[in-house]
């Protein structure tokens, strides 16, 4: 494969062993090899941040002054997230790109050669698996919620929905009242445009007016935030939890996703990407479960993917 390359010279990290690790992929992807060098480069960078974490943030902004950045940057993927044209990196749009959905065929049949390859890569990743995993499991939710009769179910952040697609219920009719909330204007309006049909209600609203009370939405059967808690604070995080759970009639169920801390990707998110994200654990999951009234809850189930890339809190409130 002849790759397509632009590079810029720049001066030298201050750290030879870690430098020697863009040196060898820069190498790497100068003569066409792709996959096996993103294999190394991910194993490295992750090694680095784990091993040496006083040093990494500056080490992750030097990776971004380093030649081998331009080829990384071919990718649409990584560099949307470094872009952040929406002014944050894990936007609607890159969830797209991992699900193959909306302006996915198109960022990536513009892409260099090379930006293609590292595309098809990163789509195979923990984090992009674990990613499909959730849409998936968000649908068969959507629709265990509905098992009792017509379902009510509120989606914070909720991007462009794409979890809709796969949810029977919804395509069915069987869904009475589906809120889709998010800050988000472009959003929003793919929401209305795409899922309107089906009864989905696009609604404008953010973490801070929910916490605030300023948005009355009611109760439903089923709610919950995709990707949202990645990105709060353990104060705010719990918070919202508490009045998510506020929410949710008796009998119906909160979902929290998160990405765990230990996802393989990570290294190369905070570097190339410049995408932080806030990662918990089982145990940081539990304390957000604590937040809710005890007495009101029947069950609390956390688990993990199958990918370590995402861990869950489902939280059934009691009759």
């Not at 870690?18 to 992929?25: E, F, H, I, K, P």
């Not at 109760?219 to 929410?247: H, N």
Request: net charge negative; aromatic share 10%; glycine share 8%.
């Amino acid at each position: 494969m002849q790759a397509i390359i632009n590079t810029t010279l720049t001066a030298p990290l201050r750290m030879p062993r870690q430098s020697s690790v863009l040196d060898r992929a820069l190498e790497a992807f100068e003569i066409g090899e792709i996959a096996g060098p993103m294999s190394s480069l991910f194993t490295e960078l992750q090694q680095i941040r784990q091993e040496e974490p006083l040093s990494w943030k500056e080490f992750a902004r030097d990776c971004r002054n380093h030649p081998v950045c331009d080829l990384l940057h071919q990718d649409p993927f990584t560099f949307r997230a470094y872009d952040k044209p929406r002014g944050y990196a894990g936007d609607a749009v890159m969830m797209d790109y991992i699900y193959g959905l909306g302006e996915a065929r198109a960022a990536e049949s513009s892409a260099t050669p090379l930006g293609r390859e590292i595309f098809g890569f990163l789509g195979q990743c923990a984090s992009s698996k674990g990613v499909r995993y959730r849409r998936r499991l968000l649908a068969r939710l959507i629709d265990g919620a509905s098992q009792r009769g017509p379902a009510s179910v509120l989606a914070i952040a909720a991007g462009h929905l794409r979890e809709a697609e796969l949810s029977a219920s919804l395509q069915t009719g069987n869904v009475r009242e589906f809120i889709a909330l998010d800050q988000d204007e472009a959003s929003l309006a793919l929401v209305a445009n795409e899922y309107g049909h089906l009864g989905v209600k696009a609604v404008p609203g953010s973490v801070r007016q929910i916490l605030a009370g300023k948005l009355q939405l009611g109760q439903f059967d089923f709610v919950y935030a995709a990707g949202l808690f990645d990105y709060l604070s353990a104060p705010v995080a719990a918070a919202l939890t508490r009045r998510m759970f506020e929410m949710t009639r008796p009998g119906g169920q909160v979902l929290i996703p998160n990405f765990l801390t230990g996802v393989p990707d990570t290294g190369y998110m905070e570097s190339f990407m410049d995408w932080y994200l806030i990662y918990r654990s089982k145990i940081d999951m539990m304390s957000l479960a604590a937040a809710v009234p005890q007495n009101e809850l029947a069950e609390c189930r956390i688990f993990d993917d199958q990918f370590g890339a995402i861990t869950y809190l489902l939280l059934t409130k009691a009759l």
